[in-house]
């Protein structure tokens, strides 16, 4: 180097001297593999995402298994638990509604209260919660004390009734929107809603 001249080098690249093929032998053990697999054929031929995720008819038969016991659970009321967590009996119109089962095995159902207008949506029933642990489960944030979360909204909001309230143990109809953490009343009872027209989102967006 000539004295008073700075030769700057070039940054050093892998590929620069041995090529990209070669490369790799610059680098540990570790850094090899991370390299060979940048360089390689895609992560979906080295059967990643199947070793990770499974395949999509073991994730899709996965679904369906999971599908299957939360009905059953749906069909099979455990009152025995309720009650004791409750510490009263189970109201016969809480009794009613599992009763149903085509109702509760339903979802996405649109609720309308008949005071309002017609096009007017109450409730948006995504899906009905199986009467056991998870009905009175202490993690479902802003449920109070003695309420039931039967149902979620749309947005997985619980929707519960204030039971023992009423006379027969119904009561009001509250949705906790986890958006803003308040809760809305949508029904002066269980009773009531269960009264109303419904009908599947999907039947009432195709006629609109």
């Known amino acids: 180097m000539t004295q008073g001249v700075h030769e700057w080098a070039e940054p050093w690249h892998p590929c620069r001297d041995v090529g990209c093929s070669g490369a790799v032998a610059a680098f540990d053990g570790r850094e090899r593999l991370l390299f060979a697999g940048?360089?390689?054929?895609?992560?979906?031929?080295?059967?990643?995402?199947?070793?990770?995720?499974?395949?999509?008819?073991?994730?899709?038969?996965?679904?369906?298994?999971?599908?299957a016991v939360y009905r059953q659970r749906l069909l099979?009321?455990?009152?025995?638990?309720?009650?004791?967590?409750?510490?009263?009996?189970?109201?016969?119109?809480?009794?009613?509604?599992?009763?149903?089962?085509?109702?509760?095995?339903?979802?996405?159902?649109?609720?309308?209260?008949?005071?309002?207008?017609?096009?007017e949506v109450c409730l948006n029933v995504?899906?009905?919660?199986?009467a056991d642990e998870s009905a009175l489960a202490p993690d479902l944030v802003g449920i109070?004390?003695?309420?039931?979360?039967?149902?979620?909204?749309?947005?997985?909001?619980?929707?519960?009734?204030?039971?023992?309230?009423?006379?027969?143990?119904?009561?009001r109809?509250?949705?906790?929107?986890?958006?803003g953490d308040d809760t809305e009343e949508v029904a002066p009872s269980l009773r009531a809603l269960l009264s109303w027209p419904r009908a599947p989102r999907l039947t009432r967006d195709l006629a609109v």
Do not use: C
């Open 38 to 67: 940048l360089t390689s054929r895609p992560l979906t031929d080295m059967g990643l995402f199947q070793r990770w995720f499974g395949s999509k008819s073991e994730r899709e038969e996965q679904r369906r298994a999971e599908r």
């Open 76 to 119: 099979s009321p455990r009152w025995d638990v309720v009650e004791v967590a409750l510490g009263r009996p189970v109201p016969a119109v809480l009794r009613e509604l599992y009763a149903d089962q085509a109702l509760v095995t339903s979802d996405d159902l649109l609720v309308f209260d008949p005071a309002r207008s017609e096009a």
């Open 173 to 179: 109809i509250v949705v906790h929107h986890h958006d």
């Open 144 to 171: 109070p004390p003695g309420a039931f979360a039967f149902a979620t909204n749309e947005f997985g909001d619980p929707i519960y009734v204030k039971l023992g309230e009423l006379p027969d143990g119904d009561g």
């Open 126 to 130: 995504n899906q009905f919660i199986p």
